[in-house]
């Protein structure tokens, strides 16, 4: 692995089921995002972790829940899934250094119908 | 309210300079980054301004006026792989990203 790693890349899922995005990084970054990108939109924060075992609720969190049981993983869990919640969902960690540059996965293209 | 302002869309001959302002309003201010991003990619890091100034890099170069709450990419020397999005965004005193919408632009030969 070389960065940060999503899956799945594309799913079309039912509304009402459950589903949960994958985030590996092997960069040792401490904070860890998502965020999701929609047409027109910017890029809104999700959920964030500053470091392993603590999160945060960022912009648009209703309808989504994290965890963060080591520094490498930050899964993202759609409970019950809806429409609005169709979008490309991007997985970003950084370093927290004197910039704490954000690197992002490749993203994955969720469609709920 | 926080918001970050930059062109739809923009259109530059190859070859050329072309320039992608972005002004800002936020709560407070620790830092600006500019990212590419392709169409069907992730943004990628391109510039980071948290003092007065241009920052150059190659044919890419960011200024930033924080008395303005304004910014500037500039892009020299265009090519055709240069056919991108530039997202502008900005850390606040949350320390967390605010991001424009992005500038479509379009490369023509």
């Known amino acids: 692995i070389a960065g940060i790693t999503q899956a799945p890349t594309s799913q079309i899922l039912a509304a009402g089921r459950r589903m949960t995005l994958r985030c590996t990084q092997d960069?040792?970054?401490?904070?860890m995002y998502w965020y999701r990108q929609d047409l027109g939109l910017g890029l809104r924060l999700i959920h964030y972790?500053?470091?392993?075992?603590?999160?945060g609720k960022g912009e648009v969190p209703d309808g989504y829940s994290v965890s963060r049981a080591n520094t490498d993983d930050f899964p993202l869990t759609l409970a019950s899934a809806v429409p609005s919640q169709t979008s490309v969902y991007f997985c970003?960690?950084?370093?927290?250094?004197?910039?704490?540059?954000?690197?992002f996965g490749p993203g994955t293209r969720l469609t709920v119908l | 309210g926080q918001n970050i302002d930059q062109p739809t869309e923009m259109t530059a001959t190859e070859g050329a300079i072309v320039q992608i302002n972005c002004t800002y309003q936020?709560?407070?201010?620790?830092?600006l980054f500019w990212y590419q991003q392709h169409a069907g990619e992730a943004p990628t890091f391109l510039s980071y301004?948290?003092l007065d100034g241009l920052e150059e890099k190659g044919r890419f170069s960011s200024f930033l006026s924080r008395s303005k709450g304004y910014s500037y990419l500039l892009l020299k020397e265009l090519q055709m792989k240069d056919s991108a999005s530039y997202l502008c965004?900005?850390?606040?005193?949350?320390?967390?990203?605010?991001w424009g919408a992005g500038t479509k632009l379009i490369i023509k030969p």
């Open positions: 970003a960690s950084s370093d927290a250094g004197d910039s704490d540059t954000q690197y």
């Open positions: 960069m040792r970054h401490n904070a």
């Open positions: 972790s500053n470091t392993a075992g603590t999160t």
């Open positions: 936020t709560s407070g201010f620790n830092g």
């Open positions: 301004n948290v």
């Open positions: 965004a900005v850390r606040d005193s949350n320390y967390q990203l605010i």
